[in-house]
């Protein structure tokens, strides 16, 4: 079957099927063939755009070579070769599937009465909602409102702002869900959702949802279907829903429409916005809607508004009396229908005969002008107070009271794109109207000189010299990129060691074009010792011309943001700390992309301060700073330098009006402010930091996990930080930030950045090598100190979960739980999970590496790619699909602790204590099988603080993992290697070992400035480990002399009498690990903090008891 619409797609035809989506249709043309005609004058569904360079692999209109970006419904599982969304990934040939680099070109508005500038290199907005969809605008219809908006200063939110209502365009990037249209579509719609910035028209691709697009069909031109959009919209919520017009049995044969009335008001009313909800469900009476043969005049019929709706009303079966130029217009207007013209210049008369020829019964005015005729509309309108009432809407302003007997109507527009079920019926209906050609097409006036010609052609437009056409400019972009991206279905360049230049970015552009796709930061390493506590060697070096190195290879690795954290102080490791405002001024001085998170923290600064230092910055480097709030944990930090330490509630409180102050100052002409913490009168910011569409003022970030951090994240900040977690972790803090924002009107507007350390090797076994090596080396008194620093800040919590509260040992070696987020294994496995934290709604993760000197650009040449190409295949989208390909690595077990899953004291406990899979790994020949790929279940991860090493050989246990361990013999074998020769027995003091410490808290960023509470916790009921179990088996097979001397001392408490709490080592741990003892003069915090924490359970007692009495036993009987 011929296809009905103009697409790309691949395929053989585009009928609608049952779902009541467009199948896959062969491409007619090529894209360069239908965005560029062979001269001004040739329109054959394309037009031109003055050039006619066009190249073989891509479009003349100035675009390089387009990315691969198929993209996958989230309902089918894609492979490399299949379809996604009707598109084939063989074809070499679709150019839509390319996208050039991650810039475009916009028009701003930056006042009332300006003219709009041209902006270049600005980032291509993103998709958020699954049924989004990315357009490649190749033309946009001028509308009045452009000029009007703009001279009197309606319809920006703020400045500067991007404008356009009406577009046409390729679908670049289609709905997550089921949809009628698919990628390659060409298609037109109308931006009546204004406040969103991403779905204005002047600017080269534009955001908009799939129910408010329509198709383009074979016969109607792109310049055609570019100055349809708005004005369709308007004219049919006017007639369908304030008037009520009844399209479902329309006249002339054309397609049956929708009862518009009838749909909205069967939609629940909370779900409708306030300010149209009382025009939508009481404009009009059931009985009062109009009836086939009933009068509607129209006042400026020969707008286009006007024309749409002289033909809706004719199909409705109206008759329409037509008010308008007729000296102009009339020719026009009688061709569309029209049953009685009459000419608005004599205005009074007009009056006389509207009434003449309706027979003093007019009920329904639609006025397309202004207030002006809207109330000589009025007065030509029937007055009849006992019977059904006469209606009266204007686009452009109405009376200022009401007649008897009138109602008065302003167009529900937003309910096109707040409501799918109304947008998706509108514009199915037109799509049939086309089709089937029972809509008249509007004229229309070419304006050359793409987005730079727009200001010429509003000039026009403000001029009145344009009556009954639209202007509409075809967008062609007079210069862009020549850098190579990746072809569609291929390995991004740069993927086998190709050094990468330090002077091109075309790498970076080519990993970057995706705007959904999940970005990727790094801390800069601005303190000493690294970012793991740890006596490893890291080649990780802190000085500003190292980060300077690194951050120039980060950019063109693809990595878009670096965070630099704030410390005045520390005592774990970090004792040399670079400031991180002068640092990141430094880097950013020293890169061309890069963009600095640059840490504050409110106490030290003032936010006058702050605002002031962040926007000379922002300025120079145009527009790359970004802030992170850190509301402060470390009490020292603050007493050492004079600051008052307040309590947690309080300094969230402080960091909320900081944040205030922050977007008050930068955005605000004259600030003023009247807090409880900062106070402002009049304060003037010159100059403010750069400002642009989406981005007002630098973004601001921010985390925690108690509920004054997470309210912060709902009701200020931009982005929310959070630590390594469990699954259920993951999904409960996401939910419960969204929720907050909801509750605060920023729905959709808050991001979210993971924290995670990155080890990437050639097999799993060798990165979680990696790993126990880190831990296995920690630096027992430095990880003891920042557990001292992090322990009692968190105590007053509401929801009693500070941060690190079930962090172990081998967590804080890592001091952002970095190690939780598993970004540990082979490059496969970290692109699967990467994938699934997006799928969780992650939006950018930041990562700490080993040795930055070589792992930042290992991380952009080997895991970037792999992301990237995984993204264009559909993968990170669909939750329940990535949950099942890698979720099991995130799954908390059930004998973990860690952050709650519902919040409270009450909550189920959750931790990475035990391994993330149960699947033990099949043997070949007597070894463990080889990694598996990362399309198939992960193996068993050896998680962070696990007490056994699970998955890893023994010496002397025949090489086998634990999980094979099953006969006598091993269990023999796994005593003698247990059995080692003991370390000098320390006597027994009250210190406690790091690992019997218990406390109860939450989880979070370093950086966000939580802690672990103090609070005294109940004892432990943790199900004893895999290793605990084999040698309580081992017990059992004892000789009867060691139970017997076990049951002893377990029987009279001897064990825990002489404080026995030994640790037993796991089998990577025997010869690395140092003691996590506790130095004999521990801090005083530390001693208090020990004073209200409980000893460990009887149960655990008795455990390490056995174990000693073992050992000792042994060692006897060697």
């Known amino acids: ?64 070579k387009h990315q691969s970006n198929g993209h996958s419904n989230g309902h089918v599982n894609v492979k490399s070769d299949s379809d996604v969304n009707g598109l084939s990934r063989a074809s070499h040939d679709d150019e839509f599937l390319r996208l050039p680099a991650p810039q475009q070109d916009i028009l701003l508005l930056h006042g009332p009465r300006q003219k709009y500038s041209l902006e270049r290199a600005r980032d291509i907005p993103e998709l958020r909602g699954d049924r989004e969809i990315l357009v490649q605008v190749l033309a946009i219809g001028l509308n009045p409102v452009d000029w009007k908006g703009a001279d009197y200063g309606f319809g920006q939110p703020s400045y500067p702002w991007i404008n356009g209502r009406d577009f046409a365009g390729i679908v670049v990037r289609a709905p997550r869900k089921q949809s009628r249209v698919q990628q390659g579509d060409v298609v037109f719609g109308a931006s009546t959702d204004y406040r969103d910035v991403r779905k204005a028209a002047y600017q080269e691709y534009v955001v908009t949802t799939d129910y408010n697009v329509t198709r383009i069909p074979q016969g109607v031109s792109v310049k055609e279907g570019a100055a349809l959009g708005v004005a369709y919209v308007a004219a049919i919520v006017s007639l369908g829903i304030s008037f009520g017009l009844n399209f479902a049995q329309p006249r002339n044969g054309a397609p049956a429409g929708p009862d518009l009335l009838r749909l909205v008001r069967e939609l629940e009313p909370r779900n409708i916005p306030e300010d149209v909800r009382e025009e939508i469900f009481s404009g009009i009476t059931t009985s009062e809607r109009p009836h086939a043969g009933e009068f509607i005049a129209i006042w400026g019929a020969n707008s286009m508004t006007g024309q749409i709706a002289l033909q809706l009303s004719k199909l409705a079966g109206l008759r329409v009396i037509a008010i308008a130029d007729i000296a102009k217009g009339g020719g026009r207007l009688t061709e569309l229908g029209a049953d009685f013209l009459v000419d608005k210049y004599d205005t009074k008369r007009a009056v006389e005969i509207i009434r003449t020829v309706s027979g003093g019964k007019l009920r329904f005015g639609f006025d397309a002008n202004g207030a002006d005729s809207a109330a000589l509309l009025s007065e030509a309108l029937q007055k009849n107070t006992s019977g059904p009432k006469s209606h009266l809407l204007g686009l452009g302003g109405l009376p200022k009271q009401a007649a008897a007997g009138v109602v008065h109507h302003k167009v529900p527009i937003k309910i096109f794109h707040e409501d799918a079920s109304a947008g998706e019926a509108i514009s199915q209906w037109l799509e049939d109207l086309l089709i089937a050609r029972s809509l008249k097409l509007p004229e229309v006036e070419i304006a050359e000189g793409g987005l730079s010609g727009i200001n010429d052609a509003l000039d026009r437009l403000r001029s009145g010299k344009i009556g009954g056409r639209r202007i509409v400019v075809p967008v062609n972009k007079e210069s862009g990129s020549q850098s190579p991206v990746p072809q569609n279905g291929k390995d991004v360049p740069n993927t086998f060691g190709v050094p990468i230049s330090a002077s091109d970015f075309s790498y970076a552009d080519s990993l970057n074009s995706d705007p959904d796709r999940v970005k990727f930061a790094y801390w800069v390493p601005n303190v000493s010792g690294g970012l793991v506590i740890s006596k490893i060697e890291q080649r990780t070096h802190w000085d500003h011309k190292s980060n300077i190195k690194y951050g120039r ?48 923290l409110p106490g030290p600064w003032n936010p006058a301060i702050a605002a002031k230092q962040i926007a000379s910055i922002d300025v120079y480097s145009e527009g790359r700073t970004a802030v992170n709030i850190v509301s402060g944990w470390f009490k020292l930090e603050f007493t050492s330098i004079g600051q008052w330490w307040l309590d947690h509630a309080e300094r969230y409180r402080r960091s909320k009006e900081f944040i205030q102050c922050l977007k008050g100052i930068w955005t605000e002409d004259s600030f003023t402010f009247k807090g409880d913490f900062y106070q402002f009168h009049n304060y003037p910011l010159k100059p403010k930091p750069i400002s642009s569409p989406g981005r007002p003022h630098p973004e601001i970030f921010q985390g925690g996990n108690s509920d004054d951090a997470k309210e912060n994240a709902g009701s200020v900040s931009d982005f929310y930080f959070m630590n ?20 605060n009107g920023r729905e959709g507007q808050v991001g979210f950045a993971l924290n995670g350390f990155v080890i990437c090797r050639d097999t799993e076994e060798e990165a979680i090598r990696v790993l126990q090596e880190i831990q296995g080396k920690a630096d027992p008194e430095a990880v003891e100190g920042f557990r001292q620093q992090v322990q009692n800040a968190g105590s007053s919590t509401s929801n009693k979960s500070g941060m690190w509260a079930n962090s172990k040992f081998e967590d804080l070696v890592q001091y952002n739980d970095g190690f939780k987020t598993k970004l540990i294994g082979t490059k496969e496995q970290i692109a699967d999970r990467i994938l699934l934290l997006k799928s969780l709604g992650v939006n950018i993760i930041l990562t700490a590496f080993l040795h930055y000197e070589e792992e930042i650009e290992q991380f952009g ?49 959750l931790s990475s204590a035990e391994p993330t899979t149960s699947a033990a790994p099949a043997e070949k020949n007597g070894q463990p099988t080889s990694t598996p790929s990362s399309n198939t279940q992960p193996r068993s991860f050896a998680s962070i603080g696990a007490p056994a090493a699970v998955d890893t050989p023994v010496p002397g246990i025949k090489n ?57 916790v109940a004892p432990s009921t943790e199900e004893p480990s895999f290793v605990q179990k084999v040698v309580d088996k081992v017990v059992d097979h004892a000789p009867k002399k060691v139970q017997e001397k076990i049951g002893h001392e377990t029987s009279n408490g001897h064990a825990a009498e002489n404080g026995v709490h030994e640790e037993i080592p796991t089998a990577y741990e025997r010869d690395v690990r140092p003691s996590t003892a506790v130095p004999e003069k521990p801090h005083q915090e530390s001693k208090q903090a020990a004073e209200a924490v409980e000893r460990p359970s009887t149960a655990a007692h008795e455990r390490k008891g056995i174990w000693g009495s073992i050992r000792r036993h042994i060692s006897l009987r060697k």
């Open 960 to 1016: 086998k993992p634990f999980s094979f361990l099953a006969d006598e013999q091993d269990k023999a074998d796994i005593v003698r290697s247990i059995a080692q020769p003991e370390r000098e027995e320390t006597k027994p003091t009250p210190a406690r070992t790091f690992e019997t410490i218990t406390s109860s808290g939450k989880t979070g960023a370093q950086a966000n400035g939580e802690t672990a509470t103090d609070k005294t």
């Open 553 to 600: 290879i980060a950019e063109r690795s693809g990595f878009e943001y670096a965070l630099s954290q704030i410390r005045f102080m520390a005592g774990y490791g970090a004792d040399n700390q670079h400031e991180p405002v002068s640092l990141s001024q430094a880097i950013l001085a020293g890169t061309e992309r890069l963009k600095l998170i640059i840490a504050l």
């Open 724 to 743: 390594g977690n469990t699954l259920e972790g993951f999904q409960s803090q996401i939910k419960d930030v969204n929720e907050r924002a909801k509750k």
């Open 861 to 909: 040449r080997e895991v970037l790619p792999l992301v990237r190409k995984l993204e264009a295949q559909g993968r990170g989208k669909d939750v329940e699909d990535e949950i099942r390909r890698t979720g099991d690595v995130y799954k908390a077990k059930k004998s973990e602790t860690s952050t709650s899953t519902k919040g409270g004291d009450g909550e189920k406990k």
């Open 1 to 64: 079957m011929p296809s009905s619409f103009v697409s790309l797609r691949a395929g053989d035809h585009s009928s609608r099927d049952e779902y009541g989506a467009a199948s896959p249709a062969s491409p007619a043309r090529s894209f360069a063939s239908l965005a560029i005609g062979n001269n001004a004058n040739s329109y054959s569904n394309g037009y031109s755009n003055g050039h006619s360079h066009s190249q073989s692999n891509g479009h003349s209109n100035g675009y390089a």
